[in-house]
């Protein structure tokens, strides 16, 4: 049954209930929702896990009140002002319509979901008009005082129009990653390192460069067996006419994370692994370009880390206000149909443009598009029964 939510701003503690008590719950999630406790009114009144055992122990370590294995009976119980969701990414759909439906916002860790079409039944969920409830994607790499701050120098031209730009996302993950049963499978997890990994700096890249046009991608399964590729990489063009190159693997034993953006007049460069601060942040000036000006590109002001606490606090602000958040709605579905796009310019070879995988495409519904050859099993074994 859906449950009306109240326009206008939010009186009162916001009522959070956290879904899936994993890792990831308990440390980014956890963290930033009790140093945001300590500085305003709101409160964790509730935790689900399928696993008794796991979430009766979460909510005990976490001094949380009320420990479920049922989401719909816990929304009825409870009546959560935010749902904080870190499950695979194969509930995400349902759990997160179930939440707005009962009238409550959802803050739900990346992947969003595994497709279009069920991110486009997310939105569909939301409530009509202005206050909510609203579902917002963790995006955290987008926000913190240096992404503000570069965002701020690009989007006024500051240091001239953006041209050349890389993407990168280089990390490292053994067989023992994989064997969590739903990594590495498109039903469960919706992709591989481009969904799973790189999604988060080419959201950062979207956040300041603006839409993109077009992409043309490669990807292989060169180590892993798993369904999903474990290494991609692809040429972007964006509408301001810039050019970006993106790679994303869990090959590379030197991680790194990196965005590198050059301008007319300056290189902006950020170099970091799961979050940045900044000091994190390069701008190398053009020659000729005044030192005092350099100067003040390069004062990126009070330091305030990307994190989840980062972005939960304006969520926050905007739940109590009744705006809708960033990285909800289209927000939040550009970064996700980029990615859909660099799978269906990998595996059918063709230049995607920006709109055109939509209700009927293939890689609309599922992002490896039923691709030939791409499940299950991997490249290499293909390659070896070919041979």
Not at 50 to 75: H, N, P, Q, S
Not at 123 to 149: L, T
Not at 309 to 332: H, T
Request: contains cysteine; charged residues 20%.
């Amino acid at each position: 049954m859906f449950v009306t939510p109240s326009h206008g701003s939010h009186r009162g503690p916001v009522r959070v209930a956290i879904v899936g008590t994993g890792a990831i719950a308990r440390g980014s999630h956890l963290s930033a929702l009790t140093a945001l406790a300590a500085e305003q009114p709101l409160e964790i009144v509730a935790a689900v896990d399928v696993d008794v055992d796991t979430v009766e122990a979460f909510c005990a370590d976490a001094g949380i009140g009320r420990a479920y294995t049922d989401l719909g009976r816990m929304l009825a119980e409870q009546r959560p002002d935010l749902v904080v969701i870190g499950t695979p990414p194969r509930f995400h759909r349902d759990q997160t319509v179930a939440a707005l439906r009962a009238g409550a916002w959802v803050w739900c860790e990346k992947p969003p979901c595994p497709s279009l079409e069920d991110f486009d039944a997310i939105e569909a969920a939301e409530g009509a008009g202005e206050g909510g409830p609203y579902a917002a994607i963790v995006f955290q790499h987008r926000f913190g005082s240096g992404a503000r701050h570069v965002g701020e120098l690009l989007a006024g031209r500051a240091m001239g129009r953006p041209l050349v730009a890389h993407c990168q996302t280089t990390w490292y993950r053994d067989a023992a990653y994989y064997s969590v049963p739903w990594r590495g499978s498109w039903g469960s997890e919706g992709g591989g390192p481009s969904m799973g990994h790189g999604i988060h700096q080419m959201d950062l890249l979207l956040d300041l460069l603006g839409p993109w046009a077009e992409i043309r991608a490669m990807a292989g399964r060169l180590v892993h067996d798993v369904e999903t590729e474990d290494v991609s990489t692809a040429l972007v063009r964006f509408e301001s006419g810039a050019m970006a190159t993106v790679v994303n693997s869990v090959l590379s034993p030197d991680e790194i994370s990196r965005i590198r953006i050059d301008c007319e007049h300056a290189t902006v460069e950020l170099t970091h692994l799961y979050g940045h601060r900044n000091a994190d942040w390069r701008i190398t000036p053009a020659p000729g370009v005044p030192s005092g000006q350099a100067a003040a590109w390069s004062d990126f002001g009070p330091d305030e880390p990307s994190s989840h606490e980062a972005q939960l606090r304006g969520l926050l602000d905007d739940l109590r206000a009744g705006r809708r958040p960033r990285s909800s709605g289209a927000d939040g579905r550009k970064s996700l149909e980029l990615v859909a796009a660099l799978y269906k310019a990998a595996f059918t070879g063709a230049t995607v443009r920006a709109g055109e995988i939509r209700p009927g495409d293939p890689y609309y519904s599922a992002l490896h598009g039923d691709a030939p050859g791409w499940a299950p099993g991997p490249l290499a074994k293909a390659v070896e029964a070919t041979a």
